[in-house]
């Protein structure tokens, strides 16, 4: 027994100088700097910024409080430095140089080749020929009809409820176990011009197919981050049902060109004003957000927006010409990740 306590004691006392010798470079730092006239030293304190990374610091409570106090550091030096150009700026007046542009990813992207100028004779004949040309030259106004997969769960019904107040002149009707070739021609025989399929997985909104009736095209879109009204913190009203302006930002490709027009062949051509509400489609690095505002006029010079809802994120996985069809349907683009990333990287190199 004593034996094992003796083993025991020694461990003690090995873990012990391991820690003494860890700690004396700091006590003798302390010991150098701190030492008063009268011998009694200062308590002591762990040396900042530390002369080694914090990363190989193994205590995790220790590691987080040095790197918080790293960060509040990083602070306080970043915003000396801005309150001293803010002073030089002033000092200077209009002899001041221009502000320099913040880099981005979108500012710093390499031109795509694939942007297109919207006064392009060939775009213009493509758009003039396409299969919207009926709607833009207001010859037939938009009627949705607006379903789900089959047996959808709470979630989903209440998107797509709420949906059918975003969008004018939109149905809703359950599934019922129908396959979606039997559900187009019921349509286009009731003279519907668009149908929204809201598919789900584990009870929450996963895809969106978008079919252009009667001759397509069709896409499908991957969903993600949907908000439902009642998630949306500081919304407003419920909607009313004046027809909403429509906003497309950023489909300048020949491809988001088609996808934009999809999305502004949903809505009718005179949006009220009275109403002051918009539906927004904004594509960004080919993400699609959607958002659902009520702006408001503060003053003569102030206006103020007020999320509406619901919110949702698109990102497009297939575009196919025609009505759905998933064996014999002819692809106009498809989502490929291995190529999208390999093309990204020779795309930044």
């Avoid at 302006?245 to 027009?261: K, P, Y």
């Avoid at 919110?311 to 196919?320: A, E, G, M, V």
Wanted: aromatic share 8%; hydrophobic share 30%.
């Amino acid at each position: 027994m004593a034996k094992a306590g003796d083993k025991s004691g020694t461990k003690g006392k090995k873990g012990l100088k391991r820690k003494a010798t860890a700690e004396e470079p700091q006590e003798a730092a302390v010991a150098e700097d701190g030492a008063t006239g009268s011998g009694v030293q200062p308590p002591k304190t762990a040396a900042f910024p530390p002369g080694f990374s914090i990363s190989e610091i193994k205590n995790k409570q220790r590691r987080h409080l040095m790197f918080t106090r790293w960060k509040q550091q990083q602070r306080k030096e970043k915003l000396a430095i801005k309150k001293k150009l803010k002073k030089e700026r002033e000092a200077l007046g209009d002899k001041a140089p221009p502000k320099p542009i913040p880099k981005t990813i979108d500012n710093q992207r390499v031109h795509d080749e694939t942007i297109v100028d919207p006064n392009d004779e060939e775009v213009a004949y493509d758009e003039a020929t396409d299969e919207f040309a009926s709607y833009f030259n207001r010859q037939t106004s938009p009627k949705i009809l607006i379903t789900t997969s089959d047996r959808p769960h709470g979630r989903t019904v209440r998107l797509c409820e709420q949906l059918s107040t975003v969008i004018p002149n939109s149905h809703v009707y359950y599934r019922r176990g129908l396959a979606l070739k039997k559900i187009i021609p019921q349509c286009i025989s009731r003279d519907f011009t668009d149908l929204i399929v809201i598919n789900e997985d584990r009870k929450t909104p996963n895809g969106l197919i978008l079919s252009h009736l009667p001759s397509g095209p069709t896409a499908h879109f991957k969903m993600s981050s949907v908000r439902l009204r009642k998630e949306i913190k500081r919304r407003g009203k419920d909607p009313t049902e004046h027809v909403p302006e429509i906003i497309l930002n950023n489909f300048t490709t020949r491809l988001g060109h088609s996808v934009g027009r999809m999305f502004a062949s949903l809505f009718p051509h005179n949006p009220q004003f009275i109403g002051r509400q918009v539906a927004t489609f904004h594509n960004q690095r080919d993400y699609i957000f959607f958002r659902f505002h009520r702006y408001i006029f503060k003053s003569e010079k102030k206006v103020g927006i007020q999320e509406l809802g619901p919110r949702f994120t698109l990102k497009l996985r297939s575009l196919q010409k025609g009505t759905f069809d998933s064996k014999y349907g002819e692809y106009e683009w498809v989502h490929k990740p291995r190529e999208m990333d390999t093309s990204r990287r020779k795309f930044h190199l």
